[in-house]
């Protein structure tokens, strides 16, 4: 009965000193927002980019718990949402992506020039590789497009001595384009092929 007391002379100073009731000094919902204001407001970066933040991720958004239940109603109706967004969506089949010629280079992009920049890149991306892996290792797995190969062997003994950028690397073939400006298809089965990874000369088998 104790803590009755006390709060009955509580709420006697409270009306002593001009609080008609006790309501009047609880927070109100302005006040609460304020602080939660201030509080994630403190936590974020000053200066324009915290202002950002707040407005973007915090102002007006619902925030979950990290403790919200997963089975939640909510939860659910929103997964099952997804599912659906996602089985409306259609992925263009390889078939039509043929149909469209979107596999296909336009002839006037068909120059050895346009392509020397994706070497460069691939360049770099080779000693980049160098870096992590073995040279063995590395050169087994390395993406050729953008590499200048040439054909050491292969089924076809016109292509053998041919060079070029690789622009094209599909399942069974590559496409390379010369330095005459002209693209040949080169089937990889058998062929082997050799190419500069760094300061190494290096050769694989396709």
Not at 13 to 19: E, L, V
Not at 136 to 156: E, F, N, P, W, Y
Not at 164 to 179: H, R, S, W
Not at 187 to 193: D, E, L, N, P, R
Request: proline fraction near 3%; glycine fraction near 6%; aromatic fraction near 8%.
């Amino acid at each position: 009965m104790g803590y009755k007391i006390f709060y009955r002379k509580t709420l006697r100073n409270i009306n002593y000193f001009g609080c008609d009731t006790y309501s009047n000094i609880q927070p109100t919902m302005g006040d609460k927002r304020e602080k939660v204001r201030s509080f994630v407001r403190d936590l974020l970066p000053e200066g324009p980019y915290g202002e950002q933040e707040y407005r973007s991720k915090v102002h007006a958004k619902i925030l979950l718990l990290d403790n919200v239940p997963k089975s939640t109603s909510f939860m659910k109706a929103n997964l099952q949402r997804v599912i659906r967004e996602a089985s409306q969506k259609q992925l263009m089949s390889n078939r039509k992506g043929k149909s469209r010629n979107l596999y296909n280079l336009p002839e006037t992009s068909k120059t050895f020039t346009l392509f020397k920049p994706l070497n460069t890149h691939w360049n770099t991306y080779a000693r980049t590789l160098l870096n992590d892996l073995k040279l063995k290792k590395a050169v087994s797995i390395v993406d050729l497009t953008g590499c200048l190969i040439q054909v050491l062997r292969g089924r076809c003994p016109a292509y053998v001595g041919v060079s070029g950028i690789v622009i094209k690397n599909t399942k069974n073939a590559l496409t390379v384009i010369t330095d005459q400006n002209t693209t040949i298809m080169i089937i990889k089965k058998g062929t082997v092929v050799g190419f500069r990874m760094g300061e190494h000369e290096v050769f694989r088998r396709l």
